[in-house]
């Protein structure tokens, strides 16, 4: 019975020392991994319509400068107004990757509406009685080309800023704007899967630069949101 059991201790030891060679075959003892680093601003804004230069970035492996061997991606298109990355890769020889990205915004100096905006203060939720925004939060709003606006944070950062839930929680949508009327084509917030009830009382003003609606959501939340153009 002995004889058994330190027979099967040996073949189960064998089949272990099999797969570990086996998972680690072809790869050397030491695995050198590439620095990479991205000169200028991680985010970066052009004006619609012209070029992007690139800052530069430089990559360096075991000592060895091997920027020529970085991988750059990217969709910008300064011809659209947007968000877009550029994605930085490269991969040792064991395939292990080290990545970067830069995110690029695009917006049109010459448009109104597009552009930061910043939430009133004096912003309010009302549930239960109304609670003041109490700070300014930066929200970005993008020309669809279509007549239409996105809108980073229908809720002006309550949630997103105020709260602290991060960007999971903005309300994004899109608006439509109309002379000084303001009405909701869609909005969605990822982090709860819904969106809006409905928003009304939208309004823009061109002389001052203001952006102002109340919105439902929930069923019994409030929020009457005031944002201002930078």
Same mark, same amino acid.
């Given at each position: 019975?002995?004889?058994?059991?330190?027979?099967? #201790?040996?073949?189960?030891?064998? #089949?272990?020392?099999?797969?570990? &060679?086996?998972?680690?075959?072809?790869?050397?003892?030491?695995? $050198?991994? +590439?620095?990479?680093?991205?000169?200028?601003?991680?985010?970066?804004?052009?004006?619609? %319509? &012209? #070029?992007? &230069?690139?800052?530069?970035?430089? #990559?360096?492996?075991?000592?060895?400068?091997?920027?020529?061997?970085?991988?750059? !991606?990217?969709?910008?298109?300064?011809? @659209?107004?947007?968000?877009?990355?550029?994605?930085?890769?490269?991969?040792?020889?064991?395939?292990?990757?080290?990545?970067?990205?830069?995110?690029? /915004?695009?917006?049109?100096?010459?448009?109104? /509406?597009?552009?930061?905006?910043?939430?009133? &203060?004096?912003?309010?939720?009302?549930?239960?009685?109304?609670? +003041? $925004?109490?700070?300014?939060?930066?929200?970005?709003? *993008?020309?669809?080309?279509?007549?239409?606006?996105?809108?980073?944070?229908?809720?002006?950062?309550?949630?997103?800023?105020?709260?602290?839930? %991060?960007?999971?929680?903005?309300?994004?949508?899109?608006? +439509?704007?109309?002379?000084? @009327?303001?009405?909701?084509?869609?909005?969605? *917030?990822? %982090?709860?899967?819904?969106?809006?009830?409905?928003?009304?009382?939208? !309004?823009?003003?061109?002389?001052?630069?203001?952006?102002?609606?109340?919105?439902?959501?929930?069923?019994?939340?409030?929020?009457?949101?005031?944002?201002?153009?930078?």
């Amino acid at each position: 019975m002995k004889k058994l059991a330190y027979l099967m #201790a040996f073949v189960f030891t064998l #089949a272990l020392t099999s797969c570990g &060679e086996d998972s680690t075959a072809g790869m050397t003892d030491i695995t $050198y991994y +590439a620095e990479l680093t991205l000169e200028g601003e991680t985010t970066m804004y052009v004006d619609k %319509g &012209e #070029a992007y &230069e690139e800052p530069g970035y430089s #990559a360096v492996m075991n000592g060895e400068d091997v920027t020529d061997q970085v991988e750059v !991606t990217s969709n910008v298109d300064t011809s @659209t107004s947007g968000v877009y990355t550029i994605t930085y890769s490269i991969v040792n020889e064991d395939g292990f990757y080290t990545t970067s990205t830069r995110t690029v /915004i695009v917006l049109d100096p010459n448009d109104p /509406i597009e552009g930061y905006w910043d939430t009133d &203060e004096n912003s309010y939720r009302d549930y239960e009685g109304q609670t +003041a $925004y109490g700070d300014s939060y930066e929200i970005l709003i *993008i020309n669809n080309g279509d007549g239409t606006y996105y809108v980073e944070d229908l809720l002006g950062g309550w949630y997103y800023y105020r709260a602290g839930y %991060g960007s999971s929680y903005a309300m994004t949508g899109n608006i +439509a704007i109309d002379g000084s @009327t303001v009405t909701l084509v869609d909005s969605y *917030i990822a %982090g709860w899967g819904d969106g809006l009830d409905y928003l009304d009382q939208g !309004t823009y003003d061109a002389t001052t630069g203001t952006l102002s609606w109340h919105v439902s959501y929930a069923g019994y939340l409030e929020f009457y949101v005031t944002m201002y153009k930078r």
